[in-house]
């Protein structure tokens, strides 16, 4: 048996490259894709063989916006436990977002965050550097510096970069590295409140943040790019007119990039009439009429990529008066299926474009072209999936350190099985270990 050579027979590959699903066997050697084809166990005699009948087999997903709470909030989520959630839902890499504390925001912190994800062993963990010092958003951090160090993007996410000036120069600094801008849209003047700004809210007493909050801030945003032309990306979309703008922007040949996340596509404000905390986010839930909006978006290619915006917070955190408790859900290990309800189940979208959403798309976005494919070459990152397996998430099967999700005890359609990083099998829902054992140590199942 040769460990660096693994046979994936019987699985169904959808190749969002190719826009085909195709019933082929999957060879990866020395953790690089080496050939696609039929009968390629003549190939391979000694590789290992994994039998994925009855599942599909999925380039390695890909979230570019996740939130992983080292270094400064431990108690909510480590590097180490954030990848060990990612890999349980078929994540091979996520991009972490620098509202750490301290804030990501120079080269040193760049490092520790790769030397940290390297240490925990489970996917690729890139970080985005803060576009200001401290996400203060007064002064630029040192772009140049956090690129060559590594980081993958700029964001201040948490906020949006509220000064015009200050906008305009990160725009320029990032066009000079052909670097990517990601942002948090959200003109803060406007914001305060703790859901969307809504009839619900009136009836709830809550404070509201209005859609308008969002679309100004694209809006000048897109203005502000036209001249300067740098990679722009418009986070956690929601609202119907910014799906306008994005689209708009796109037809009139900017270079303007948007992701949405699962519960802006299921979930409604009326969600929060119960002021269960963990509805809580930002953007908030919005009206039936942003939802539909951003699915119709997603359906016609104006939303390009799907994240998670995953945000772990302490089970006493949450455990808040609405209008006090923190802004976010957990969202790794449930985003397969969600998103499968939200298009392919509703019929929006067939698996091999959802698949294309989660994989290949967002690697153009941060630009990682050895990933997001099953061609030959490639790296060896494979995520299996049974399509038609019913499941719930529950406390005791989270790999996550945090519980706030929404989504606990709702029935989930399609499931991870199996997922593969370089060749090596990360996670295996068979051996998946229960809560609380092995939550720091490295990657230790399988190969
Ligand atoms: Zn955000
Ligand atoms: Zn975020």
């Not at 996740?66 to 890999?87: L, N």
């Not at 539909?292 to 008066?321: S, W, Y």
Request: charged letters at 20%.
């Amino acid at each position: 048996m040769n460990p660096d050579q693994l046979l994936i027979i019987n699985a169904r590959l959808l190749d969002p490259v190719a826009f085909k699903e195709r019933d082929e066997d999957l060879l990866i050697i020395d953790g690089r894709i080496a050939a696609v084809g039929a009968g390629l166990r003549t190939d391979a005699p000694n590789a290992r063989v994994l039998d994925a009948t009855g599942k599909c087999a999925a380039p390695g997903l890909l979230d570019i916006h996740v939130h992983f709470r080292e270094p400064g909030q431990e108690h909510k989520e480590t590097i180490a436990t954030g990848a060990r959630a990612a890999v349980a839902g078929g994540f091979t890499t996520v991009c972490c977002m620098p509202n750490t504390t301290p804030a990501l925001d120079n080269d040193t912190q760049i490092e520790f965050v790769l030397t940290q994800a390297a240490r925990a062993g489970f996917c690729d963990v890139y970080p985005f550097g803060a576009i200001t010092k401290g996400r203060a958003g007064t002064e630029l951090a040192e772009i140049m510096l956090m690129h060559e160090a590594g980081a993958i993007g700029f964001s201040d996410d948490g906020v949006g970069v509220a000064s015009p000036a200050v906008m305009t120069r990160a725009l320029q600094y990032v066009k000079m590295i052909d670097g990517l801008i990601s942002q948090h849209c959200e003109e803060p003047s406007l914001s305060g409140g703790s859901m969307h700004a809504g009839a619900a809210a009136l009836r709830l007493g809550l404070g509201g943040i209005p859609a308008v909050a969002e679309e100004l801030m694209i809006a000048r945003d897109l203005q502000l790019n036209q001249r300067i032309g740098a990679r722009y990306h418009v986070q956690h979309i929601s609202t119907a007119g910014a799906v306008a703008l994005v689209r708009q922007a796109r037809q009139a040949g900017q270079a303007v990039t948007a992701e949405v996340t699962p519960h802006h596509l299921l979930l409604t404000d009326a969600a929060c009439a119960g002021y269960d905390t963990n509805f809580k986010m930002n953007p908030p839930l919005r009206s039936a009429v942003d939802v539909a909006a951003c699915v119709d978006a997603v359906a016609d290619g104006t939303i390009d990529c799907l994240a998670t915006d995953h945000a772990p917070h302490a089970r006493e955190e949450k455990d808040m008066e609405f209008d006090k408790a923190p802004f976010g859900i957990t969202g790794l290990e449930t985003a397969l299926p969600l998103y499968a309800e939200a298009l392919v189940h509703s019929g929006k979208l067939s698996w091999v474009k959802l698949i294309e959403k989660m994989t290949v798309n967002p690697a153009r976005i941060v630009r990682l072209t050895d990933r997001g494919t099953l061609n030959r070459g490639a790296i060896g990152d494979v995520t299996l999936f049974d399509p038609h397996a019913v499941w719930k998430l529950t406390h005791e099967s989270t790999q996550s350190r945090s519980h706030n999700s929404p989504f606990y005890d709702r029935p989930l359609r399609g499931r991870v099985t199996q997922t593969i990083k370089a060749g090596r099998l990360v996670f295996n829902l068979e051996q998946a270990a229960p809560k609380g054992r092995d939550h720091s140590g490295k990657a230790a199942i399988g190969q």
